[in-house]
């Protein structure tokens, strides 16, 4: 099980910081709980010259909340610029039927409602990350989605 | 997926990417190998040469280089 739990902190002095919560269902799997990322993270994706890269928009555990979309586009600014055009696609969010199982989404979670959000956020990262990119990168055909966990019969249709 | 804690007392900075590789993702859509792991890619100033020459390797054997997705819980 894995979930988009990322939060960019430009202070950060150390790379990465996974912030375990000890009553979660996914601390015993060693899952963080809220993995914060400094600049020097981002310095990971210059080891690998020649590869393309498809990167997840966090849209699971801060959805909604003060910030959230606005550190999620700031991620994905900043691996756009540092793989430029070696960005293949933006994937928005991770195996979302589980959303409410780790509380990120009510429990009544729906299908309907996970694409509303999904199309919030393509819009959203069209205009404020792709739009206008010096990398050739398309602004709007650019994202991935419907990374299900492949469990719910409702979900997988 | 396991990842290894970071403390914030003074340390090597080190970035870990949970990440899938793909040695074929571009028009032959064949997936050789796709599978869920987390790489120490090291940093600018101490790259991880190991795992980058895991993945020349691949891209010697394959004749393309790994596509990467970064997703699931490091992101």
Redesign the interface.
């Known amino acids: 099980m894995?979930?988009?739990?990322?939060w960019y902190n430009a202070t950060q002095?150390?790379?990465?910081?996974?912030e375990?919560d000890p009553t979660s269902s996914t601390a015993k799997?060693?899952?963080?709980d809220l993995?914060s990322v400094?600049p020097?993270?981002?310095?990971?994706?210059?080891?690998?010259p020649?590869?393309?890269?498809?990167?997840?928009?966090?849209m699971g555990k801060t959805f909604g909340e003060p910030g959230g979309l606005e550190n999620a586009l700031e991620?994905a600014r900043i691996?756009m610029d540092t793989v430029q055009e070696r960005l293949?696609s933006f994937?928005l969010g991770?195996e979302p039927e589980l959303m409410p199982f780790f509380v990120h989404r009510p429990e009544n979670y729906t299908l309907e409602e996970y694409i509303d959000d999904w199309k919030s956020y393509a819009d959203a990262v069209s205009e404020n990350v792709l739009k206008g990119n010096p990398y050739g990168l398309a602004e709007t055909r650019f994202f991935q989605g419907f990374?299900f966990a492949g469990d719910d019969e409702e979900w997988r249709g | 997926?396991?990842?290894?804690?970071?403390?914030?007392s003074p340390?090597l900075?080190?970035?870990?990417?949970?990440i899938q590789v793909s040695t074929h993702?571009h028009a032959s859509g064949e997936d050789r190998l796709a599978q869920g792991l987390n790489v120490d890619?090291?940093?600018?100033s101490h790259?991880?040469l190991f795992?980058?020459d895991i993945?020349d390797l691949l891209?010697q054997k394959s004749g393309a280089?790994?596509?990467?997705?970064?997703?699931?819980?490091?992101?």
Do not use: K
């Open positions: 894995r979930r988009d739990r990322v002095q150390t790379a990465q910081i996974n375990y799997y060693g899952i963080a993995v400094g020097v993270w981002f310095e990971g994706f210059n080891n690998f020649g590869s393309h890269w498809s990167y997840q928009v966090n991620v691996v293949e994937e991770n990374t | 997926m396991f990842t290894m804690t970071l403390h914030r340390c900075p080190i970035s870990l990417l949970n993702m890619t090291g940093n600018n790259p991880n795992s980058r993945f891209y280089h790994p596509f990467i997705r970064v997703g699931g819980t490091s992101t």
